[in-house]
């Protein structure tokens, strides 16, 4: 049976009862739902809100403003009508830096002196008492879209976008599903108000949007802003409700009958008591000086909030003396924007390219236009995979959105679609190897791309640079510039080349002299000593990253034990298992690595664990006492669970997200967003692989 057979079945039922109830309930489950913790399916809501509606439509006297029925309706004719504003709605003048900012106080300040009326009898001082500037007000500049909502006795009534600034859109049908601003306002209401304020999208719901974008195999919003302007656009207003706008009023426009007040910050108490969202970051301060300190403050804890804002707002706060300085054509001369350096920028994205990691792994990568951005001049930005360029669909040619927010390295958020040259095509990825030219393959279900070809020159020096390296045989004097060379020069084909290098021919090349010869020399041969967990490390066998080694020499000893050992022996290693014990046995079964491994045997290495076999259980170096390191993203010498080990294993503590606690949080390909927000907004340093395998083993950061 349905609600509206139960109403009509209940025939004398009190239906103005069953409307407030009908109407409670609604409003209950739509907060639920909206707070993303829904009781009931959809089709239950909707069957109570046909109820609520059929009642409604027969007893239109018991229509209530709040009603859930009249937060969500059809389109109505208004919508997108134009609306005049009552004041204009004006912009802002931005200061780009803090001497800009004193340029306008200064101002502010010359221009009070001027105007002040000087008393009869007295002589005009360039600098008078009386024309002090005063307190300042400073708030947060929401990073979102300017709307003006106008209550009569208290009821919402209509809402506008900024349009020209005269006239905007109607768009009350939208601003009506925000919860955030109320239908009807709490205590005593003025006759009319007229506020101005901000519509966004909080950080938390536009990660929530692009989640249920990408379950539902749609495109992801580029940004909170562009989001929230799609959203209030809406003719559908269910559309909007869907997508959690929120509001913050930062401006009392107009009132008639309402109390009369002197400064701004007084206005804004009154608002916030009317059940208007007023945000709690406002403050009032004494002078300049202090303006300047909260500011930097800010600008510093950018991140941490659940919305974005791109600067400050300060405001003179007393409203005579705003009324003195009157505005221009644009703006106030009250108030000016204090802008933070931008995050975001658009540039040409002049082609899509494919690199080569020193394990094969294919990755797209941007090249761009140069743009300065978050502080740093970006050519270049990381596009992850094939999915990720197929997920934002940026193609060469695009003008794009690229963000460098924090110290994070830059990405491309998307494309500005409305610059899109025409014919142009949906970029694939190339099918050979930029380096080798051998075919790229993709295992289905796996998101990276490979070169598979053994012999690819950026493979053959991707190993030799990972053996070299400071976790693995610690070879020093030898970059990736100099392996380069001597893999181009055919001086090095191999890890074995390296103890067999020509050093007469080195010494003769650009930048090597007798010394660097030496010490490169002297390093490679004490490199024979190192012991056999580091060798194992330093052969890039797939699954053995530095953990995995060390239980692998301390379980067998020596390299012939491992090469005798069966794939039963190898699985019983501790955190091994069937998997990786198969994997660890097909590679020194290939002929290539075997030689590979006698090639090194007759060079000298000492393939023996350090002490006849560690004890089970004894304790690595604690170099990690105390501290907690937070691991994000895809790494190349260690599985998540080996990351995490390594880290316990040294004494530290590896939790599944980011807190300001955390010591350092280490990213790899493809980061989550929210941990590295977090760790930007705390303070905490992030890390590459290199400076993590360099703080496993020293407890240092770089
Ligand atoms: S006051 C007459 N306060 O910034 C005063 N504006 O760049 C007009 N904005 O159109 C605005 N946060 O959309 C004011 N705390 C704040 C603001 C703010 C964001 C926006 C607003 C305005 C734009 C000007």
Redesign the pocket.
């Known amino acids: 049976m349905t609600g509206t057979d139960a109403a009509d079945a209940g025939g004398g039922r009190d239906s103005a009862a069953r409307v407030r109830e009908l109407q409670a309930l609604l409003n209950h489950h739509s907060a639920l739902y909206y707070g993303g913790k829904p009781e009931i399916p959809d089709a239950d809501f909707d069957d109570l809100l046909n109820e609520l509606k059929a009642l409604e439509e027969r007893h239109p006297e018991l229509v209530h403003p709040d009603s859930p029925t009249q937060r969500v309706g059809a389109p109505p004719d208004t919508a997108f009508a134009p609306v005049r504003h009552g004041p204009p709605?004006?912009?802002?003048h931005?200061a780009l830096d803090i001497e800009e900012l004193r340029a306008w106080h200064e101002r502010v300040h010359r221009s009070l002196a001027a105007s002040t009326p000087v008393p009869a009898g007295e002589q005009a001082l360039p600098t008078m008492k009386g024309a002090g500037v005063g307190d300042l007000a400073v708030?947060?500049?929401?990073d979102g879209?300017?709307i003006s909502v106008r209550y009569e006795n208290g009821v919402l009534v209509r809402a506008a976008t900024?349009g020209d600034g005269r006239t905007g859109e109607d768009v009350t049908h939208s601003v009506r599903t925000i919860a955030d601003v109320p239908i009807r306002l709490r205590g005593d209401a003025p006759a009319v108000l007229e506020v101005?304020g901000?519509v966004i999208l909080r950080l938390s719901t536009f990660e929530r949007l692009n989640a249920r974008q990408a379950e539902r195999g749609e495109k992801a919003y580029v940004n909170p802003r562009n989001a929230a302007a799609g959203s209030l656009r809406q003719k559908d207003a269910r559309v909007t409700a869907e997508r959690g706008l929120s509001f913050w009023c930062?401006?009392l426009s107009y009132a008639e009958g309402g109390p009369a007040f002197t400064s701004h910050m007084q206005t804004l108490e009154w608002l916030a008591s009317l059940g208007l969202p007023v945000d709690e970051h406002a403050a009032r301060l004494a002078d300049l000086a202090a303006v300047e300190a909260h500011v930097v403050d800010f600008e510093r804890r950018r991140h941490d909030l659940d919305y974005e804002f791109d600067g400050m707002?300060v405001?003179v706060d007393d409203l005579a003396t705003q009324a003195r300085l009157g505005v221009d054509a644009k703006?106030?001369r009250w108030?000016i924007?204090y802008k933070f350096p931008p995050e975001e920028r658009t540039t040409k994205l002049l082609d899509i390219e494919v690199s080569i990691g020193p394990s094969g792994q294919a990755t797209p990568f941007a090249r761009l236009e140069p743009v300065f951005v978050g502080g740093v001049t970006v050519g270049t930005a990381t596009l992850h995979n094939e999915d990720q360029v197929a997920a934002k669909d940026v193609r060469p040619g695009d003008t794009v959105i690229v963000r460098r927010a924090g110290e994070v390295i830059p990405e491309v958020v998307g494309p500005v679609l409305s610059e899109r040259p025409g014919g142009s095509e949906p970029w694939s990825f190339p099918p050979g190897c930029p380096v080798c030219g051998e075919a790229l393959r993709r295992t289905e279900g796996m998101s990276a791309t490979l070169c598979v070809n053994y012999w690819c020159p950026r493979q053959i020096r991707g190993r030799i640079e990972h053996f070299v390296g400071r976790a693995a045989m610690d070879i020093e004097f030898l970059g990736e510039r100099n392996i380069d060379r001597f893999v181009t020069e055919g001086l090095l084909g191999d890890v074995v080349g390296l103890y067999s290098l020509d050093f007469e021919r080195i010494v003769q090349m650009e930048g090597f002299g007798q010394v660097s010869v030496n010490n490169l020399r002297g390093s490679i041969e004490a490199s024979k000593q190192q012991p056999l967990a580091r060798l194992l490390f330093a052969l890039s066998i797939p699954e053995i990253g530095q953990v995995n080694a060390q239980v692998l020499a301390a379980s067998f000893g020596d390299i012939d034990s491992i090469l005798a050992a069966g794939e039963e022996a190898l699985a019983e290693v501790e955190g091994f298992g069937p998997i990786i014990a198969t994997s660890v046995r097909a590679w020194f079964d290939d002929p290539h690595n075997r030689r590979l491994i006698e090639g090194l045997r007759t060079a000298g290495l000492r393939m023996e664990a350090e002490e006849p076999a560690a004890a089970e259980g004894d304790p690595l170096p604690q170099t990690l006492a105390g501290m907690s390191v937070v691991v994000s993203g895809a790494l190349d010498g260690f599985s998540r669970d080996e990351a995490k080990q390594a880290i316990v294993a040294r004494g530290g503590s590896s939790p599944g997200s980011v807190s300001t606690r955390t010591t350092a949080l280490v990213v790899g390909a493809d980061p989550g967003t929210s941990k590295l927000r977090k760790a930007e907004a705390s303070g905490v340093r992030v890390i590459d692989e290199a400076a993590f395998q360099a703080l496993l083993e020293t407890g240092l950061l770089p």
């Open positions: 709605m004006m912009s802002l931005n708030e947060l500049k929401f879209l300017a900024r101005r901000e930062y401006q707002v405001k703006a106030p108030a924007a």
